[in-house]
């Protein structure tokens, strides 16, 4: 097994953004760099170059981000177990690397907020925590806590500091708005209620400005309460009559007074400060989480939860599209035959076409409602066939997406694994009943030329021999198949207690590999069936992904234990272990140049890893 001595993989790009953040997206005060998470890892990237630094140091998925006025630290909260203490994260900016660990809030921090002079950090906990802590950034530690609600209020969601004290901060949630003052000598908070009147709402978030005379608070009714920081008092709520559709959920005060409005349908608008009336709206795809300024009058960068990250000009107010990610798990990755230029991958709705060096989306095939389970590019690179939850074969085009062909009902249970033969004109795929198919594709049509029923579940990876006459299938019924595709019956066959999710040919094709729920790697004879060796692959979790150089001298696995492996073939050793994904790896893929490695895991994460071996 790979011990705390294996080299580390270096990882190069991240196709990622977690949407779901509530403002998540933070430009960083150098005016150069945008900081925002996935999954565990917080992200840092440059915004002309589009070069990444990451921060690893969260055990579980980062559920909120502030940055501190100066731009010294980076603070990061996450989500963790029922019982179990969520931590808090101070990063030193400049270093990249950890100032403090903060642990006191249980299950969940919700939100953080710096004082204006990098003082203090105010950090708010979950709903099965509910309380609110400052603590001294110099001194590492906390200063005092206090239950966020009153006993009669309900959650509190956001939190923010005033922008000319370090002593006064605001705090709201479901029907309370408090302004809390810190009380240094006695290490105490002291809240005071804000008065509200008839109105009950349930806020968001919390915006103050500059001068700290008012602050403003975004509610899920869609309305913007107006309220006086000095007399804790509502001045104001509106918009009146156009509320903001599925409330809205980031506020922004710009010099000129005016705001700027993210709401849940997905409108990210410019409004009046004086009576919230809208200038400006633009409609985004997904509901806006996270709006960043950067600079003064320079530009505005909108997340939202479709995980597309938006880019404005505060004077045309025209949405550019700067970056694009999966926002659901990604099932499958694949090169074309050949060339390392270009990768697919596919998700919940869609496929996606990405080019390797810049990580930009290329093409994007949307199939609305369902889940492509596993793709392939066809050998001679003229089209990408998918196999699709609802039980049809999708074959499409590369350059643009067009539909070229559909099979209906290829499979009852859903189309689970798909491959294509070295001649382009045949296909095998696997079901979730467990049958393997073989298709014969013609210009325009199809034809079903056999169909072999011996796996007993779903069929979950299938790899074809060279020569075209042979397959090999991996089926969580515990049995990996060998088939003659000439005859159409089964050559051999291999079994083990375990459900097999990979198979992979050697490349001189007398073995072959398999993992699955077992955690271990079998290579087994194809002539006879019979086992060679077996290697415990992981400590905890399943294997999900293999992939073999072209030379067989290596193989690489990931699977839930989140790490991606490098394998010597012959010693069986671990070579180097890669550490980046948050959730459960998926699929993984070793491109045709030996440059890199590609691995996808369930946060919708695509990790583009330095392949460590000479080719």
């Known amino acids: 097994m790979a011990g705390d001595d294996v080299a580390k993989l270096e990882l190069e790009a991240v196709i990622g953004f977690n949407g779901h953040v509530s403002s998540g997206?933070?430009?960083?005060?150098?005016?150069?760099?945008?900081?925002?998470?996935?999954?565990?890892?917080?992200?840092?990237?440059?915004?002309?170059?589009?070069?990444?630094?990451?921060?690893?140091?969260h055990t579980n998925t980062i559920s909120c981000v502030s940055v501190s006025r100066s731009g010294r630290y980076v603070a990061s909260g996450q989500v963790t177990f029922m019982g179990f203490k969520a931590d808090v994260i101070i990063w030193d900016y400049a270093r990249r690397e950890i100032y403090s660990r903060l642990i006191l809030h249980k299950a969940k921090v919700e939100a953080l907020a710096f004082?204006?002079?990098?003082?203090?950090?105010?950090?708010?906990?979950?709903?099965d925590d509910g309380s609110i802590v400052v603590w001294n950034i110099e001194k590492k530690e906390a200063i005092c806590g206090s239950p966020a609600s009153p006993q009669s209020a309900g959650h509190c969601t956001a939190v923010g500091y005033a922008n000319r004290s370090d002593h006064i901060f605001v705090s709201a949630g479901n029907g309370t708005i408090r302004v809390w003052e810190l009380d240094l000598p006695n290490r105490k908070i002291r809240p005071t209620e804000c008065q509200t009147g008839q109105l009950k709402r349930v806020i968001k978030c919390i915006e103050i400005p500059e001068d700290d005379g008012f602050f403003y608070c975004g509610t899920t009714?869609?309305?913007i309460l107006k309220v006086n920081l000095k007399?804790?008092?509502?001045?104001?709520c509106g918009p009146v009559k156009q509320k903001f559709s599925q409330g809205v959920n980031t506020l922004n005060m710009l010099k000129t007074g005016d705001l700027l409005v993210g709401s849940g349908d997905g409108v990210f608008s410019l409004c009046s400060g004086a009576n919230f009336k809208t200038i400006k709206r633009v409609e985004l795809e997904g509901g806006v989480t996270s709006v960043a300024l950067r600079g003064e009058g320079q530009h505005v960068f909108v997340g939202t939860s479709a995980a597309q990250v938006y880019r404005f000009g505060y004077t045309d107010f025209k949405p550019v599209l700067v970056a694009t990610n999966h926002s659901s798990a990604v099932y499958d990755v694949v090169f074309p035959?050949?060339?390392?230029?270009?990768?697919?991958?596919?998700?919940?709705?869609?496929?996606?076409?990405?080019?390797?060096?810049?990580?930009?989306?290329?093409?994007?095939?949307?199939?609305?409602?369902m889940t492509c389970n596993a793709l392939g590019f066809s050998q001679d690179g003229r089209s990408i066939i998918s196999a699709w939850n609802d039980g049809k074969i999708r074959v499409f085009t590369p350059e643009s997406g067009r539909l070229m062909l559909v099979i209906h009902n290829a499979h009852s249970m859903g189309v689970t694994a798909i491959a294509g033969t070295r001649d382009s004109s045949r296909l095998v795929s696997g079901g979730g009943e467990g049958q393997v198919r073989l298709w014969e594709i013609l210009p325009g049509t199809h034809r079903l030329v056999a169909s072999m029923k011996e796996h007993k579940a779903s069929v979950n990876a299938i790899q074809i021999k060279s020569n075209d006459q042979e397959c090999v299938t991996a089926s969580s019924d515990g049995a990996c198949i060998i088939w003659d595709l000439v005859r159409f019956v089964r050559n051999q066959m291999v079994l083990a207690n375990t459900m097999f999710r990979t198979v992979c040919y050697h490349p001189e094709e007398y073995q072959i590999i398999t993992s699955g729920t077992d955690r271990k790697i079998g290579y087994w004879e194809v002539y006879d069936g019979s086992a060679i060796?077996?290697?415990?692959?992981?400590?905890?979790?399943?294997?999900?992904?293999?992939c073999i150089t072209l030379d067989g001298g290596h193989f690489v696995t990931g699977g839930d234990d989140k790490l991606l492996k490098v394998w010597s073939y012959t010693d069986g050793e671990v070579t180097h272990v890669g550490v980046g994904h948050s959730g459960s790896i998926t699929s993984v893929r070793i491109c045709p140049n030996n440059r890199y490695v590609v691995s996808t895991s369930a946060d919708g994460a695509v990790l583009r890893w330095r392949y460590p071996h000479d080719s």
């Not at 004082?115 to 709903?127: E, I, T």
């Not at 007399?231 to 104001?236: E, G, I, N, P, V």
Request: charged share 20%; glycine share 10%; proline share 4%.
């Open 25 to 57: 997206l933070r430009a960083h005060p150098d005016r150069e760099h945008l900081i925002y998470p996935l999954g565990c890892t917080l992200i840092i990237k440059h915004i002309r170059s589009g070069q990444q630094g990451f921060l690893h140091g």
């Open 115 to 127: 004082s204006p002079n990098d003082k203090y950090l105010v950090s708010l906990g979950g709903q």
């Open 221 to 223: 009714s869609g309305d």
């Open 231 to 236: 007399s804790r008092l509502l001045a104001s």
């Open 337 to 369: 035959v050949g060339t390392s230029e270009l990768f697919a991958t596919c998700s919940q709705n869609d496929i996606r076409v990405w080019h390797a060096d810049t990580s930009k989306e290329l093409c994007r095939i949307k199939v609305p409602n």
């Open 533 to 546: 060796r077996e290697l415990e692959a992981s400590l905890s979790g399943a294997i999900n992904g293999m």
